[in-house]
């Protein structure tokens, strides 16, 4: 009588599920190290860049006593108060020419300015000036404090990719 062995070999194939795991594990364990040290740099990076921008705003500007026409850095205040002047110049700036503005303030990152209390331009009270987020990405807010006819308020800075 001959007999007729019969067995599976599941040892291959546990093998081979085994290395598929493996690999699978691997590739997800690189790709999170990556994405969260993309999304720190990003981060890192709209921070700083919100920082120099409520810096430069936070100052006087460049000339003192700017204008649409002569603005060389785009700052709010005189005396460290923020100045009337300045906040309708920056606010049309702003709605005329916004992609100027990035440049003047050294930024690639879109955003939106502002204020705890309401401020006018040009005799109307405005919400904010810049572009209005919409469906940010990384979105970072930076808040200041600075001085309006004579009270303090939070000049509030989102920025973003």
């Known amino acids: ?39 720190d740099s990003t981060i890192n990076k709209l921070t700083y860049d919100g920082s120099i921008l409520s810096n430069i705003l936070l100052l006087e500007g460049s000339p003192k006593n700017w204008t649409t026409a002569n603005v060389v850095s785009p700052g709010l205040l005189t005396n460290n108060k923020i100045n009337q002047t300045k906040i309708d110049n920056f606010y049309n700036l702003t709605r005329d020419n916004y992609s100027a503005v990035k440049a003047l303030l050294n930024t690639q990152y879109d955003f939106y300015i502002y204020f705890s209390k309401n401020i006018t331009a040009n005799g109307q009270v405005i919400p904010g000036m810049g572009k209005i987020p919409s469906s940010p990405k990384n979105l970072i807010k930076i808040e200041r404090v600075a001085i309006y006819n004579d009270q303090p308020l939070t000049m509030n800075i989102e920025i973003w990719e």
């Open 1 to 39: 009588m001959l007999s007729k062995k019969r067995g599976q070999a599941w040892g291959f194939d546990l093998m081979i599920a085994s290395l598929i795991f493996t690999a699978g594990i691997i590739v997800f364990y690189i790709y999170s190290i990556n994405t969260t040290e993309e999304a």
